[in-house]
Structure formats: structure tokens, C-alpha cells
């Protein structure tokens, strides 16, 4: 059973509306990674927020496990882990270690392997706002990390990150597919994760442009940003 269904969702924002996704309609399986590509301002970040409940009403449907999402995505949070683009706005602890322990069961201890891999375990009694950029986003994905979420979503991950700490993402991003997690990533950095991308979404203009296989898929995206699919489904022409 999927994990995650989106069944031609559409929103729009604005005042007036404007439509900012069409008709979406993708399947997330549990024990893989999809991969969300696509130019600026296409709409991966709304896509985001609306997989997440964020995004307040929307045409269509959302199905958690089979059962339809609602207006009520505290279900989805209680499973989810996220990164947004702007990790700043998702940390409120005073220091790491507290920040890291927000929504854990109490007498939680921290996963050691995440704090090493992520290079944080010298860094738990710093405050938030002492840290680098590259530092906060580390932060950030550690506590997305902690919960050992079934659903992972990643916006943009890579930003600020040095190719150690990439490595090491990359490293806890199959160990928790393996566990049977499912995570959902958006970025411009691809090269690094392509080989471990299980599903392909390209979105263009608000609207799935292609999904399938990534297999040839360091073709998909020209030098000038163009988008050509090579392999699995194209959703609309």
C-alpha cells in the first residue's frame, strides 16, 4: 500500500487566486526516495507544504495510507519528518540538544550515529544562533532525523552543505529507506543522489510533466534548465 496519494490535487493562493499546482497526482511507496526536480517557481515548495496539510484548502484528494487526509494533517505530522528551504524558521530551541528533543518521547536519548554522521556531537550545547548556515541546515535534518519518520520530506538539503556532510545525508537517507521509510526530496543539487533515486518527478508550470524511472535521468535537465523526459510515464503533452 502506498504510503502517501495525491489524486489530481490542484491549489490556489493569492488575492486574487492563482493557480499555482494543477491536476497533481502522484503515489508515494513506502521504502523508496523520490526525487522532485524542476525550474524555479514551478512549484516544488507548494507541493511541499500541500503533501504536508500546510497549505490550507485544495482541489482534490490526499490519501494517508488509504485513508483520505482532510482538513486535519496531524496524522501526517505525527509520522513525517521535514526540512524546509529556510531551515531558520524550524528551530526554536535555546540550545541543540534541546531543539534536537522537541516532539520526542520524554527520557529519549539522541541517536549518536545521526549526531556523528551530521557532525553535531560537539555542537549540543551551542545555541542555534551561533551556528553557520551549513551548521543550522545540519541541525535541521538531524532533527527531522531523530523521530525515525516513515515519511522524510527534504526541500533543497544540500544547500551550504561541504561534500563530507552530503556523503554522510546521503548514507542515513538509504539506512532509512532500508527501514522501510519513504522520502521525498526536492533539489538542484542531483548529481550526488541520483543513484539512489527510486522515483523521478518533474514538475513544470504547477503541473507533473513527467514521472518514472530516473534511469538516463542526468539527461533530463539541459545546461539551460530545459526538461526532456527519456523513460517512464509523460502525464500530459
Not at 526540512?83 to 534541546?98: D, H, I, K, M, S
Amino acid at each position: 500500500m502506498a504510503i502517501l496519494d495525491l489524486k489530481a490535487v490542484s491549489v490556489s493562493l493569492g488575492d486574487p487566486p492563482r493557480e499555482i499546482l494543477r491536476d497533481i497526482t502522484l503515489t508515494i511507496h513506502p521504502g523508496t526516495i523520490t526525487l522532485l526536480l524542476g525550474t524555479n517557481g514551478c512549484g516544488k515548495s507548494v507541493l511541499f507544504r500541500t503533501m504536508l496539510g500546510l497549505t490550507g484548502r485544495y482541489r482534490g484528494e490526499i490519501l494517508l495510507k488509504g485513508r483520505p487526509l482532510g482538513n486535519d494533517a496531524s496524522s501526517l505530522h505525527r509520522l513525517s519528518g521535514v526540512v524546509f528551504q529556510n531551515p531558520e524558521q524550524q528551530l526554536f530551541g535555546a540550545t541543540l540538544r534541546e531543539d534536537l528533543l522537541i516532539g520526542l518521547p520524554r527520557e529519549t536519548s539522541l541517536d549518536e550515529g545521526i549526531l556523528s554522521a551530521l557532525g553535531l556531537t560537539d555542537l549540543l550545547d551551542r545555541a542555534p544562533a551561533e551556528l553557520s548556515g551549513g551548521q543550522r541546515r545540519r541541525l535541521a535534518i538531524a532533527g527531522a532525523l531523530m523521530g525515525r519518520p516513515e515519511l522524510l520530506f527534504l526541500d533543497e538539503p544540500f544547500i551550504e552543505l561541504d561534500y563530507p556532510s552530503i556523503q554522510n545525508l546521503l548514507d542515513r537517507l538509504q539506512l532509512l529507506r532500508s527501514e522501510g521509510g519513504a522520502v521525498i526530496l526536492a533539489s538542484h543539487e542531483s548529481q550526488d543522489i541520483w543513484p539512489l533515486v527510486d522515483q523521478l518527478v518533474i514538475l513544470s508550470e504547477g503541473r507533473v510533466l513527467y514521472q518514472g524511472d530516473p534511469s538516463g535521468g542526468a539527461d533530463l535537465i539541459t545546461p539551460a534548465q530545459g526538461l526532456r523526459p527519456l523513460a517512464g510515464e509523460r502525464v500530459f503533452s
